[in-house]
């Protein structure tokens, strides 16, 4: 049996990017959800004449305008769910938006720092049960390789409405938010730093409804939603 767990373990981590902010999402420029750089493996190479100013600007505007849609997406998605969403808080206090995004702001820096320092016990609180049981199998394959993910300065840039399933039973109600954050993302293994990234991204947070509070069930990168 224990060899079949760690047989699970090992095949989880190799579905997980190394560079991996609270369970297992990568970052790429411009908010996407792709590749981390390692540390061992950068080259920079310039060629022609170029200003590498006017290079930088550049790239600025284009992730700039990448933002700009992909939030503009989000709005779009939620406008469509708005009725519903005003309905659902005439029968049910539960669907107040605004204490719905103060709440997720707030798990949103809980559940990152707590995936940071390996602390399960905090997770537990966060967490639905299924979602708890694949992270804490990911850590202790963080900790079994010596390893593990410090996250600092971060932050959460944008958080949006977009999905929501408001059932007769309380307990099966659900949400979905656009997560839009950013953060210094270092992967540490034995002391070193074996992959870093420290772009923005995008991600999709299902939370599910315990009680008159919520936990996180799902994370999605937008390539899954966007598609």
């Known amino acids: 049996m224990k060899r079949l767990l760690l ?3 090992v095949f989880m981590i190799l579905l997980t990017p190394v560079s991996a902010r609270a369970g297992g999402g990568s970052s790429s420029g411009g908010g996407g959800g792709g590749s981390s750089h390692t540390s061992s493996h950068r080259s920079r190479r310039s060629s022609g004449n170029g200003s590498p100013i ?3 600007i550049g790239i600025g505007a284009s992730m700039g305008m990448i933002v ?3 939030r ?3 709005r779009h998605m939620h406008q469509e769910i708005k009725d519903d969403l005003s309905f659902a808080y005439q029968q049910d206090d539960f669907w107040n938006e605004k204490v719905l995004k103060k709440k997720v ?3 949103y820096l809980i559940i990152q720092e707590a995936w940071s320092k ?3 016990e905090t997770l537990k609180k966060h967490l639905s049960e299924s979602l708890y049981e694949r992270w804490k199998l990911k850590i202790e394959w963080q900790q079994y390789q010596q ?3 410090q996250l600092d300065h971060i932050q959460l840039l944008k958080v949006i409405l977009v999905d929501l399933h408001d059932a007769i039973d309380n307990q099966q109600d659900f949400f979905w938010v656009y997560i839009e954050g950013k953060m210094n993302d270092l992967m540490i293994e034995k002391q070193e730093v074996i992959a870093s990234n420290h772009d923005s991204f995008v991600e ?3 939370f599910v409804r315990h009680g008159n509070d919520f936990l996180l069930d799902e994370i999605k990168q937008q390539d899954e939603v966007e598609s």
Do not use: P, R, S, T
Request: hydrophobic content about 40%; overall charge positive; proline content about 0%.
């Open 7 to 9: 047989v699970f373990i």
């Open 54 to 56: 006017a290079g930088v």
């Open 68 to 70: 700009y849609w992909k």
């Open 72 to 74: 503009k997406k989000a």
């Open 105 to 107: 702001k707030e798990k």
């Open 118 to 120: 390996q602390d399960l």
């Open 147 to 149: 390893q593990y993910n």
């Open 204 to 206: 999709y947070w299902k």
